[in-house]
């Protein structure tokens, strides 16, 4: 198998990584700032410093050889175990210009699991500051005078977020020149629900912090959705939990809500799932909850009208900054290495990467109808905007009038269409016709004039809305790659990357159980490898015009890594690990709207 690392994917040099910490853009030198939790010196984890990396274009990663902050015990007690997850903050403590600030999780006890009794005082908050973005300096006075709230058994409390959220400014009746400045750490109240501790922070002295409260109480395993298909329950604790607000236009209103993000621990998972995906994956996920702030006389709550998950695969972690630049809140997350085994990952020497960045907020559709099999009211992850949801459903799906249906998702900046080097194969019926492609219709195939390791691919096809309603099921044939027969749904649509020897990965969406799969059973012949498919939830919306929405999918695929997103609302993400880490050609599994594919550097 060959040790290549990905071409447009962020790693450590080596060693292992996970989180992402301290994204964020540095006004004084004009460089983005990207940290993660790093071991140097092992391919498991623990002894976690922080890795660092800087970017002008946040495309291009110059990563450090050396660790930006790391424990040192024989000096400092209160990270002694490990550096966790923080934020950057970019001014100096005391609101100093030309400087920026790290909060981050100062451990001085492991190990650390919301199944054990909680060691109070084991995570502290701490600051440090950089001038060169290349290395943090410890403040005096860490850690800041807080601790967990006296009243509650937390079951986590680290990964502070520090940012200003003017939704909560108004909720708070908060008025000035000067937006408030609030922070978040995830955790969990032992036996009572997960949650995020809310606090508001003085911008002056970001040392000094004062409690607001839990900001959502869901209960334990409280499911977010009617049906389980949509998204998981909530686990029992919290981590690297960011906020935000986010508006979208529909017609002639503008459409706000408040967003928060976390890392889910505890997720209800069967043993057969735990055995198949591995512990951690079948009990974490990364979601999203969207909805409105709310005072009472007691706390701060945010009521979510929907919920989703920012990426139903092999992403954790996710961590965010708002992005000057484009006015817009940019999330990286950790793709996870634990589809490979330790040996493999011993004989590579890294395990873990970041995701490519992603550009979060809502999003809307207008004159909606209905979903292809789901009813409206049964999909958590979209929010019927009307004169009451069940009125505006019942119109809807009656057909007789169509309604606003608005969500959240995080998907591919764009700025990462600079990463393109040239257009590889591209189709589009009603225009530039057929570059590099052996066929046309169904089965058509793109064959690349060589391997290559970086692809992003982009296709449009219709979905038959009508073989959906009535049930029929129209015969495709056996779509065959390489030696072999790709036997699927014959109502699925979707391509397969070929990576050579035999080898591929198909992407399909199946309109009758509404689910985005790739089956990678084939894309790795090596032992020591899971192949299991990795899904998503997924659906096409109906409009009033009786029109169906096309299935529109954008692909990248780096060495081993793929994101997908399909309709700007959907994401699964997966690491693949065949023998040539390329692409050598797209076979598409349906007659495109149209397609373009580029290599990627």
């Known amino acids: ?303 979510w009208t929907a919920a989703g998950e920012m990426d139903y695969g092999a992403l954790y972690a996710a961590n965010s900054f708002f992005d000057p630049a484009v006015k817009s809140h940019i999330v990286i997350a950790w793709l996870l290495e634990d589809d490979m085994s330790e040996a493999l990952r011993e004989e590579q020497n890294w395990a873990g990467v970041l995701s490519l960045p992603r550009r979060m907020g809502l999003w809307a559709l207008e004159n909606v109808v209905g979903a292809l099999v789901s009813g409206l009211g049964e999909i958590s992850s979209v929010e019927v905007v009307g004169k009451t949801e069940k009125e505006a459903i019942g119109r809807a799906e009656a057909a007789r009038e169509g309604v606003t249906v608005i969500g959240f998702s995080a998907m591919p900046d764009a700025r990462l269409e600079d990463l393109r080097a040239e257009v590889v194969g591209e189709f589009d019926v009603g225009g530039s016709g057929i570059r590099y492609s052996e066929a046309v219709g169904p089965n058509m195939a793109f064959t690349f004039d060589k391997e290559l390791p970086a692809v992003e691919v982009k296709l449009s096809t219709i979905v038959d809305s009508e073989a959906v309603s009535d049930g029929r099921y129209e015969s495709h044939g056996t779509r065959a790659e390489g030696s072999h027969c790709h036997n699927v749904d014959s109502g699925e649509v979707g391509l397969i990357l070929d990576h050579g020897n035999s080898q591929f990965t198909s992407i399909t969406f199946s309109p009758f159980t509404e689910s985005l799969t790739i089956n990678r059973s084939y894309s790795s012949s090596a032992s020591g490898i899971k192949r299991y498919s990795e899904s998503a939830p997924h659906t096409l919306f109906r409009f009033a015009s009786q029109s169906l929405e096309t299935l529109d999918l954008h692909v990248f695929f780096d060495h081993s890594i793929i994101e997908v997103f399909a309709n700007g609302r959907t994401a699964l993400s997966t690491r693949v690990y065949p023998e040539s880490r390329a692409v050598y050609g797209v076979k598409l599994l349906s007659q495109p709207v149209s397609c373009k594919m580029w290599s990627l550097h």
Not at 75 to 101: K, L, N, W
């Open 1 to 303: 198998m060959k040790n290549q690392k990905p071409s447009i994917h962020l790693t450590a040099l080596h060693g292992w990584l996970n989180d992402p910490c301290a994204p964020g853009f540095l006004s004084h030198l004009n460089l983005y700032h990207l940290g993660f939790q790093w071991a140097p010196d092992r391919i498991t984890w623990g002894d976690i410093s922080w890795g660092v990396a800087t970017s002008r274009d946040l495309l291009r990663w110059s990563v450090s050889n050396k660790p930006s902050l790391s424990p040192d015990p024989s000096v400092y007690a209160y990270d002694s175990a490990s550096i966790f997850t923080g934020c950057m903050v970019d001014q100096g403590p005391r609101g100093e210009t030309g400087i920026a600030t790290c909060v981050y999780t100062s451990v001085s006890q492991l190990p650390l699991h919301f199944s054990r009794p909680y060691p109070r005082g084991a995570e502290t908050v701490s600051l440090a500051t950089t001038v060169d973005g290349r290395e943090w300096k410890r403040c005096k006075g860490n850690p800041i005078d807080l601790l967990p709230p006296a009243d509650v058994d937390v079951t986590g409390w680290r990964d502070p977020y520090v940012a200003a959220w003017p939704a909560l400014d108004g909720v708070l009746g908060k008025a000035g020149p000067q937006p408030g400045l609030y922070s978040i750490l995830s955790g969990g109240i032992r036996g009572v629900s997960p949650t995020s501790f809310l606090y508001s922070v003085n911008p002056s002295n970001l040392s000094e912090w004062k409690y607001i409260g839990p900001i959502a109480l869901p209960g334990i395993s409280k499911k977010s959705c009617p049906l389980q298909k949509w998204a998981r329950d909530l686990g029992i604790n919290w981590e690297v939990t960011n906020f935000l607000s986010s508006s979208v236009t529909a017609g002639d209103q503008t459409i706000v809500r408040d967003i928060l993000i976390c890392g889910i621990e505890g997720v209800s998972a069967s043993e057969d799932d735990k055995q198949t995906r591995g512990e951690f994956r079948a009990t974490h996920s990364q979601t999203w909850l969207s909805g409105s702030l709310v005072k009472t006389d007691e706390r701060v709550d945010l009521k």
